[in-house]
């Protein structure tokens, strides 16, 4: 049975709390992940492979980049990033440019058709998902609105 504050209230047990928070990750976990798959799918009309355009949209979102940056980024080992990065440099959708400070470091920033090419994308993948949003009622959005700081907000803890 739930305890009661100073106020007479109820509140929670710790372990009902915490298993119902348990719980609410596990849920916006998949969520998440299904909603990614599905507008995944829009992707295919760039041409490029799912590793190809995640390293372009770091070098896209986050400006000129190190190798050893956007390998840890990407989270692969450097011979990798050199692959990926060259069929990107062979596509024309990045350069590589020396640093401004230190011309032995060099850094990979996106094209202009670099960047067009992963704006597009972005563009097809907001627009599905908008069209998903748009078929709920307007309370739901609402509601939805609603928690999207509070998404915000546990996406930027570290």
């Given at each position: ?5 100073a ?16 719980d ?22 760039s ?112």
């Amino acid at each position: 049975m739930p305890a009661r504050s100073a106020r007479g209230n109820r509140t929670p047990r710790p372990e009902a709390s915490a298993a119902a928070t348990g719980d609410l990750a596990d849920r916006l976990h998949s969520v998440a992940i299904h909603i990614l798959r599905r507008l995944r799918r829009e992707d295919d009309a760039s041409g490029l492979p799912a590793p190809q355009l995640s390293a372009l949209s770091v070098i896209v979102f986050g400006g000129p980049i190190t190798l050893g940056a956007l390998a840890e980024a990407e989270q692969v080992r450097p011979p990798t990033i050199t692959r990926l990065v060259a069929a990107l440099e062979e596509a024309g959708l990045v350069e590589r440019e020396a640093d401004a400070n230190d011309k032995r470091v060099m850094r990979v920033r996106a094209t202009a058709r670099g960047a067009k090419l992963l704006q597009e994308g972005r563009r097809r993948r907001v627009a599905s998902l908008a069209a998903s949003l748009a078929t709920l009622p307007r309370a739901e959005r609402s509601a939805l609105a609603a928690a999207v700081p509070i998404l915000e907000r546990v996406a930027r803890r570290d």
